[in-house]
């Protein structure tokens, strides 16, 4: 989700122009081949954007409108029906099996599960438990979120993420989930893109609450979310003592952090300070609060949060990053984020107008292996309706990764956003993000864009 990102420290670790998203093609013969052993090859989606027919807080936000009549999601889509995922499970397995994954990362949708508060409902939690259960069997590795930006309408009601004990409620959800599940399932991602959520919802107002501007309730949201990251994580750690997949460990945790590569347009103090600002928001501030269990949000002069949250620390085992582009920064001191984008003519970009820049993938994850955590892209991918940039878009990422790896950065996955298109949050379904294409007027029948024997003959180099 392209958000119009904000604020806050530390010099850009790469403001240097760097050739990105060349024409330049990696051979298909060699690329992946020295990746590790056990290296995870997937798919990404999430259950909002893919299953279809729940009803949670998105749901309701996808019929409001903003103040000047415009529909909160772009031509006034609703998620609706979306891919129809819940029903077609045994059909989408056999995509990913075509594919060659080894993994792949779902979400579970609480709203499902637990409708209303304290009610649960067995048969959704068997459903998924058969998903893992499936997806074991077929050698793919579930690596299950368990919130993607969808809450249930209970939760809402009662204040949303802005209530503190919100993360009590997140807690005893990933107590019964990792209660129920925690035989077939270990690689757990308790809480997708904290820095979004809060973005989104209170700066943006593209999410719900819909709320735009409100830097202080932004950072005390980042807040909650990180307590109940440390509570879901405790509790999946206390309810999951199996180890499903025979690596010598029951649980493995990690957060989907989104990152971003922030540039500076002008070599002007004010915009590499700006830049500088939004990069240390953005990037640093989750995953330092996991390493040091003190969460700092600052914006200098507007909104100093410090807390000690000592269960953070240790609350992830690896770090998820999820990249897709780069934000050319220009200081806009007028506006809440600070900044404004710029865009660059000629640049190669996704259908939704963002940067493709493949170099950016192999900056951060050499810059973010230095917190010690062995990482996961857990997401990565482009809308590209036309499916012509879609092969060299996932040569290039990979790649890039590679080439991090080959220099000592220990990333042990990737997971490819996304396995189909699906309702884009915010935008609705123009945004074309799959691997397989949907026809939406059409029974919503898969078919395979050029990228599925890409990322075949990648994932064959993996073995
Ligand atoms: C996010 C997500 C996905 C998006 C994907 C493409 O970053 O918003 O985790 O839900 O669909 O990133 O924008």
Known sequence: MKRALLPVMALLAAC?????????????????????????????????????????????????????????????????????SWNRFDEDLALMQALGVTAYRFSIEWSRLEPEEGVWNAQAMARYREWAVKLRAAGIEPSVTLFHFSLPRWVAAKGGLERPEVADDFAAYARRVGTELGDVVDFWCPINEINIVAAEGWLVGDFPPGNTGDTATRARVMAILLHAHAKMAKALREVDVVDANGDGKATLITTAHHVRIFQPATHSALDTAIAGLTDDFENEAVPRAFATGHIALTVPGTIDLQEDVPDLKG??????????????????????????????AGRPTNDQGWDLYPDGLYILLKRFSAYGWPIYILENGLSDQEGTKRSLFLEQHVAALERAVDEGVDVRGYFHWSLMDNFEFADGFWPRFGLYSVDYANDRKRTATPAVATFKRISQNLR
């Not at 020295?34 to 995870?40: K, N």
């Not at 798919?43 to 529909?71: C, I, K, L, M």
């Not at 609350?315 to 660059?344: E, F, K, P, Q």
């Open 315 to 344: 609350s992830i085992d690896v770090l998820g990053l999820n990249y897709y582009t780069r934000d050319i920064i220009r200081a806009d001191l007028g506006s809440a984020s600070l900044s404004t984008m710029h865009y660059r």
């Open 16 to 84: 240097a122009e760097r050739p990105g998203f060349d024409l330049t093609s990696p051979s298909l013969d060699t690329l992946g081949k020295t990746l590790p052993t056990g290296f995870l090859f997937g798919t990404a989606t999430s259950a909002h954007q893919t299953e279809g027919g729940n009803v949670n807080d998105w749901t309701d936000f996808e019929q409001g409108t903003y103040p000047d009549g415009r529909p909160h999601i772009t031509n006034g889509d609703q998620s609706g029906l979306a891919d129809d």
